[in-house]
């Protein structure tokens, strides 16, 4: 048992343009999410999947934020034309069937200039 | 009114005493309820579930469930200063698996 992986770590990006973060799950999960964080708040939840469908997206997602998990096994999470206000850190948990128990990745800290 | 709430503190206690954190939820159909501990710079880590009413003890930790007032809570009993953290109290929603995070409670173990 690996843990949940995210990669890259960290990401500098400027403004406009589009970046791309990929999560490991534990291997047995079916489920997978996507948080974002910023200092002092907690989680926020963003999307999550159930094997490959994507079960629920936030409201409050632009739609420049998107998500997938091909063949329900890793995932990607795309931000399109970056802004300053996307400055986070995300993370992605994963849950194994039948429980909302989430086991979460060391994250992915995305500064926008 | 917001999903999950906390209050952010901080909460000072001294070593050895009993640290008590509180949350509230909005979901009355919510079943499933946990605490996470988050250090700074790490991730979340999951440290106790609770699902029905009533008590649930863990070493020192003890989880509290009121469904009807829609609250949960937090004991840490013999706190140390590596308790020291931001503990989050999360809600699944219901019918699903959509988990919602409160703010978190930054605590403060004093030596």
């Known amino acids: 048992d690996t843990g949940v992986s995210q990669n890259p770590r960290h990401k500098i990006t400027k403004r406009g343009q589009n970046v791309t973060f990929r999560c490991d799950p534990i291997?047995?999960?079916?489920?997978l999410y996507w948080y974002r964080q910023t200092l002092g708040q907690g989680p926020e939840f963003l999307t999550y999947?159930?094997?490959?469908?994507?079960?629920?997206k936030s409201r409050l997602l632009s739609d420049r934020f998107s998500a997938e998990r091909p063949k329900g096994s890793f995932s990607t999470l795309e931000i399109q034309r970056t802004e300053q206000g996307d400055s986070a850190m995300y993370l992605c948990a994963s849950a194994g069937p039948g429980t909302g128990e989430l086991f979460f990745g060391e994250g992915s800290r995305l500064t926008v200039l | 009114q917001k999903e999950v709430e906390q209050n952010s503190g901080p909460l000072s206690v001294p070593e050895g005493a009993i640290a008590s954190l509180n949350c509230t939820y909005s979901?009355?159909?919510?079943?499933?309820f946990f605490w996470y501990r988050q250090y700074s710079g790490k991730s979340p880590e999951l440290i106790m579930s609770i699902y029905s009413n009533g008590d649930k003890e863990d070493g020192r930790f003890t989880a509290q469930l009121n469904k009807a007032s829609q609250y949960v809570s937090l004991l840490i009993r013999d706190s140390q200063p590596s308790d020291s953290a931001t503990y989050l109290c999360?809600?699944?929603?219901?019918?699903?698996?959509?988990?919602?995070f409160g703010a978190g409670t930054r605590l403060f173990v004093k030596a």
């Open positions: 979901d009355r159909g919510s079943q499933s």
């Open positions: 291997s047995e999960h079916n489920r």
């Open positions: 999947f159930q094997n490959e469908a994507q079960l629920e």
């Open positions: 999360a809600v699944t929603y219901t019918g699903g698996f959509k988990t919602i």
